[in-house]
């Protein structure tokens, strides 16, 4: 049966390595503020927003939401962040996501100040990243390592399959992952197609699901031994569920996260590490 982590565990530990170097900025004169911009209501985007609330408050970093109407044209949205940009009473940003479809993320992201920028996907700091430059790092590819530093995995020529490859998890968990040595196969949606994602799977050492798909891999794919983290969330007749076969793959792994309860936790306290680090750049 597999060592099941939970990502309250990870969090308990980061939160205090956090308040001590927030008393440090406090000590200064300096105190971290974070603006979430969220531009119409999504379900997914309001439990987040509540986890960064619930984290932010616990570690005295002043939180705030900017909310826009779903209508908003791209010109309001861009002289917006223009203005944020230019405030200096906010350190760091996030913009929500997903976006309403009139809207592309791309190009707002790449209009905010990479200064400022809490999730790490500023094409400049995405660049940086891939250069093992100290950046922000997207706070889910971010949660991902900190949960694989805690369970002690020696990546190191480890074999890793990702299963999905988005822009603020898949990608830049795969430059992470490439930084510290292990080799990487990122699958996505033609994998599956092919027919080919069991494959990949049953051959990692390490199996990071990322796709959005509940259950959609199967705990019988998983090798003996394997560590399995999911990062999926996934909503179904009330009930969240993630990528992976859970009670199947605890069966095989040595070691598993759960949904909710695992990789979840960690993300939020990554996203206020990234913003300490912003401010603690700046002072």
């Known amino acids: 049966m597999s060592r099941i982590i939970y990502g309250k565990d990870i969090r308990v530990q980061k939160i205090a390595a956090l308040r001590e170097r927030i008393a440090r ?16 209501r999504d379900d997914n985007s309001r439990v987040y927003l509540d986890a960064q609330k619930r984290v932010a408050e616990q570690l005295g970093i002043r939180y705030s939401v ?7 044209s791209a010109e309001t949205l861009v002289y917006n962040i223009h203005k944020i940009n230019d405030d200096p009473e906010v350190d760091a940003v996030i913009i929500q996501t997903p976006l309403p479809a009139h809207l592309r993320y791309h190009e707002m992201i790449r209009l905010l100040d990479p200064a400022k920028d809490a999730e790490g996907t500023h094409p400049f700091n995405l660049g940086r990243l891939a250069l093992k430059v100290d950046v922000p790092a997207p706070p889910t590819a971010r949660a991902v390592m900190d949960i694989l530093d805690f369970i002690q ?20 968990l795969a430059m992470l992952l490439l930084n510290r040595m292990a080799t990487v196969s990122v699958t996505h949606v033609a994998t599956y197609e092919k027919g080919q994602l069991p494959e990949y799977v049953a051959a990692a050492d390490v199996v990071i699901v990322a796709a959005g798909k509940s259950g959609l891999v199967k705990g019988e794919w998983i090798k003996e031994g394997a560590v399995v983290i999911d990062v999926g969330i996934n909503y179904a007749d009330g009930a969240i569920t993630g990528d992976v076969e859970f009670a199947a793959a605890s069966k095989r792994a040595s070691v598993i996260t759960p949904v909710p309860g695992g990789v979840g936790p960690v993300t939020a306290v990554a996203l206020m590490e990234n913003v300490v680090s912003i401010v603690e750049h700046s002072v």
Not at 153 to 172: E, F, M, R, W
Request: glycine share 12%; with cysteine; proline share 5%.
């Open 153 to 172: 995995c020696d990546l190191y020529g480890k074999k890793v399959t990702l299963v999905g490859s988005s822009d603020i998890v898949g990608k830049p």
């Open 25 to 40: 900025l406090q000590e200064a004169g300096k105190m971290p503020s974070l603006l979430s911009v969220q531009v119409g």
């Open 66 to 72: 900017r909310f826009f109407e779903a209508a908003i």
